[in-house]
C-alpha cells in the first residue's frame, strides 16, 4: 500500500522539507512505499530552497534536500494525501480549513518528551530540529509498516 504524506510547517524552509527528506531517505531503506511532500501554511517563501543552515545540518547527517522548493498548502492538498502532519499545534490550527485529519509530527516520538518540532529558523538549534525530526521519521515509519514503535 503507497501511503501519501504531506508535512506542514510554517514557511516550508526548515522543518517540513527536512521532515519530507528524512523520511523519504529512511522509507527508501526500509523499502517502504511512501509518496511524500512538504508545504508550507504562509507563503513567503514559495519556490526557494530549504533554509542554507537546515540544509547544511541535514547534508552532514546524509540527508540531500538541495532539489526542494518551497511551497503553500493548497486545498487540492486535503484530498491528495492520507496523511497530514504538522510541525506544531499552531500549524494544525492553521491547518483546520482543510478539512482533513491533522497529526503533530512528535505524536510518532512519544518517547521525545517534545511536544513540537521547535522551528530552528528562530532557534537557530538546525542539529537539535533534525534530531528530533530523525526520531519522529522512526515512529512514523514504524508505524506505517506495522512494527512496533519504540516509545
Known amino acids: 500500500m503507497t501511503h501519501r504524506i504531506l508535512f506542514v510547517c510554517l514557511g516550508n524552509i526548515c522543518r517540513s522539507p527536512t521532515a519530507e527528506a528524512v ?9 517502504l512505499d511512501v509518496t511524500l511532500d512538504s508545504a508550507g501554511t504562509a507563503g513567503w517563501h514559495v519556490g526557494k530552497p530549504p533554509y542554507g543552515p537546515m540544509q547544511d545540518a ?10 526542494l522548493r518551497a511551497r503553500q498548502v493548497s486545498p487540492a492538498d486535503a484530498t491528495a494525501f492520507d496523511l497530514i502532519v504538522a510541525m506544531d499545534a499552531q500549524n494544525a490550527a492553521d491547518l483546520a480549513d482543510l478539512s482533513a485529519p491533522v497529526v503533530l509530527f512528535t505524536d510518532y516520538a512519544r518517547h521525545s518528551g517534545a511536544d513540537h518540532v521547535p522551528d530552528p529558523y528562530y532557534t537557530r538549534d538546525f542539529t537539535g530540529a533534525l534530531a528530533l525530526i530523525e526520531a519522529c521519521a522512526d515512529g512514523l515509519l514504524a508505524e506505517l509498516s506495522g512494527a512496533r514503535p519504540q516509545v
Not at 523519504?24 to 531503506?29: D, G, H, I, L, Y
Not at 541535514?58 to 532539489?67: C, L, T
Open 23 to 31: 523520511t523519504r531517505a529512511k522509507a527508501q531503506a526500509l523499502g
Open 58 to 67: 541535514a547534508r552532514a547527517a546524509g540527508y540531500d534536500m538541495s532539489s
